[in-house]
């Protein structure tokens, strides 16, 4: 019997690039979330960049969170 999986998706649009939002994102969601099983699509049109995270863990694992808030309204 398969053990039941939660799967999140969470959505950005950015003028970072991947190198740049993959730092910023790592500092986000580390160090709690270091064992999530994540999956990053990323796509680009006029400069602005779109990225979809996926999230998959046990049910009785899910612990993701943000540890920090938007800093300003003038960072991208």
């Known amino acids: 019997m398969k053990a039941e999986k939660i799967v ?3 959505s950005f649009e950015t003028t970072l690039d991947s ?3 993959i730092a910023e994102w790592e500092q986000y969601t580390r ?3 270091s064992d999530l099983d994540v999956t990053m699509q990323q796509s680009e049109k006029n400069g602005v960049f779109r990225y ?3 999230h998959r863990c046990a049910s009785g694992d899910f612990q993701f969170v943000v540890t920090k808030g938007k800093r300003s309204s003038r960072i991208p």
């Open 8 to 10: 999140q998706f969470v």
């Open 19 to 21: 190198e740049q939002f």
């Open 31 to 33: 160090p709690l979330n």
């Open 52 to 54: 979809l995270v996926q």
